[in-house]
């Protein structure tokens, strides 16, 4: 029985072991992520590298840093809070992850190829988007053609399969992989959408958007990531990328 129980114990130790080393802490990186050069986004304290789109500095209300989360807070967006964020930086090839809470019915998204050039003194926002959409109980999921304004899609352009969600109030995971012109989506581990850009099916796609008349839509070389205001309340944190040739 003793040899029984020291085994038991020892067993336990090292699957204690095993969680502690492959379960980082929130909004920070392993060491091996760090050899394979994925950098923080968001640090869990401050809006350090993240702006508003349009202003050119983080809103002072409609957006919250609590708990270790970048949090889009409708109630509490005075006249010109709030608003969709980018980063200050912008990237060519990458994969860029990032873990998702949305409360019911909400509406949020993550852009990105998006070209923030200022038009008349403001910052533009447009870009291709990963909808981030709570499926069941807003009405935008039915609204767009074959399913392409459903969670983890191409918004407006390509509908999602394999979509895994956990539902309202629970942590997702959504990846964006760009090499080139070559674009995968994918959520909580399952490709979700692959696509090119540039080619002729690509253009036809764009022809029949709400994006027909923004000329050269998605094909910015190096764009920033956005994340969106769509007045739903929605969480953010582990945001992270890893930048490639």
């Not at 090119?196 to 690509?202: F, P, Q, S, V």
């Amino acid at each position: 029985m003793k040899n029984t129980s020291m085994i038991l114990f020892s067993s336990l130790l090292i699957l204690a072991g095993a969680c502690t080393s492959n379960t980082p802490k929130d909004n920070s990186l392993t060491s091996s992520e760090i050899d394979k050069g994925w950098k923080l986004l968001f640090d869990g304290v401050s809006p350090r590298g993240w702006i508003n789109a349009k202003t050119g500095v983080f809103p002072s209300t409609g957006w919250e840093i609590k708990e270790g989360m970048l949090v889009v807070t409708p109630e509490t967006k005075g006249e010109n809070g709030g608003g969709d964020i980018v980063t200050e930086g912008k990237f060519t090839n990458f994969e860029f992850q990032v873990d998702f809470n949305y409360t019911e019915g909400a509406n949020s998204g993550i852009k990105y190829f998006v070209d923030t050039e200022r038009d008349s003194g403001a910052l533009r926002s447009i870009g291709c988007e990963y909808q981030i959409l709570d499926d069941k109980m807003n009405p935008d999921a039915q609204a767009g053609l074959s399913g392409n304004h459903k969670l983890a899609c191409l918004y407006d352009l390509l509908p999602p399969v394999n979509v895994n969600d956990k539902g309202p109030g629970a942590w997702n995971t959504a990846k964006i992989i760009v090499n080139g012109n070559h674009v995968q989506h994918w959520l909580n581990g399952e490709m979700t959408v692959e696509y090119e850009r540039g080619t002729e099916l690509w253009k036809e796609m764009v022809s029949k958007s709400k994006y027909k008349d923004f000329e050269g839509f998605g094909m910015t070389q190096a764009g920033r990531i956005l994340l969106q205001d769509h007045g739903g309340k929605v969480a953010f944190k582990n945001i992270k990328i890893r930048e490639m040739d």
